[in-house]
């Protein structure tokens, strides 16, 4: 039955911006049932701004439009006005005081910027469907030499939406990575680590929020995209962390202290084998600073008695 009503929403679909008309009409439930299919919800204007924004879209809401659904709606005549996103009504841009009805619209026709209407859901209107949004704004949570951590809140209207993140960067060349967002996570921000960049270098990042719907019109699987929110940024410095200079030098002289006191126990070892047996002190005598393994290897060069291993020969020297 549903399918039936939807094949009569031929459509008029105007992307200015990522709000679309839709026409023509059905009831409330209906249009938004369509903008699920076809972009993501029917148009949640959170803020006045966006409320102001839309109005100013003329080839969206031309004046002779009549009056189109909005995705705005309560329980009861004294419930909350909310956006289908579960925002509150945050201004007050109605033309007259609701009375009856439980969903909102958009008067067209009036002329002053006081256009939203309560009317019965029932009621068959054009209406204004929303396309995916993007993040407004992104912070770097760290930034080093060769990586950066980037977070962004998921906005309100695409938490129970199945979509994508494409994040473009560009330094010396540009690459494009995409990062799924999947509901039930229930997640409210996206955190992504960008790596294999290069030192103090400057990025241009372009972010936007895509999501696969079958065209409204073909009917053909297509991507629809939000704005492009664009950032800059540049990786550190490379180089060693402060401070880490002064711990490189005292473990240098640590090392070379260790060294010296070896060579200084290694010495004393030697001396104390020195002239003990003949064999040795023919090898060693000219150089009384060889300890034991040196003087072995060159004992057995000099042609040494053969049968003599290491182990007995330090015996002997004992
Ligand atoms: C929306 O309005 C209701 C009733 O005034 C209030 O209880 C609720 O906290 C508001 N929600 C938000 C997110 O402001
Ligand atoms: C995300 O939202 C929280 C509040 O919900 C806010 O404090 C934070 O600044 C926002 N982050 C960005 C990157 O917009
Ligand atoms: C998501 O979190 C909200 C509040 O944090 C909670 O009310 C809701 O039930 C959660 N949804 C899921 C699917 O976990
Ligand atoms: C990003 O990298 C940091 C450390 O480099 C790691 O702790 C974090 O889990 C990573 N986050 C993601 C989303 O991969
Ligand atoms: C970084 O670059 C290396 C080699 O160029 C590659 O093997 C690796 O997969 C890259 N890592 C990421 C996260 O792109
Ligand atoms: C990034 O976005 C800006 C503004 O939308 C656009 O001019 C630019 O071409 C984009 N760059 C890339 C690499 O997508």
Redesign the pocket.
Known sequence: MLSIVFVLFWCTVVSASHFHRVEPGGTWEQAREFCKKHYVDLAVLGTEQQYLGLLRTSDIIPTQAGVVWLGLKRDDQHGVWKWVSNENLSYDRWYRTPRQGLCGCLDAGVTEDRRLLDLNCGKQLSSVCEGPVGPQKASLESVGCDHVTLTWNVSASMRDVDHAYSVTMCGATCDTFLYDYT????R?SITINLSNLTSSSSYLMNITATVTRPDAATGKSTTLQSSTMTMSMTTATSGMPPGMHTWLILAVFAFLALLALAFIFYWLMALRHHARIPAYRRVCEPAPWLPALHCWFLWKLSGGWSGLGLQRFIELLD
């Open positions: 509901t039930g996570i229930n409210t």
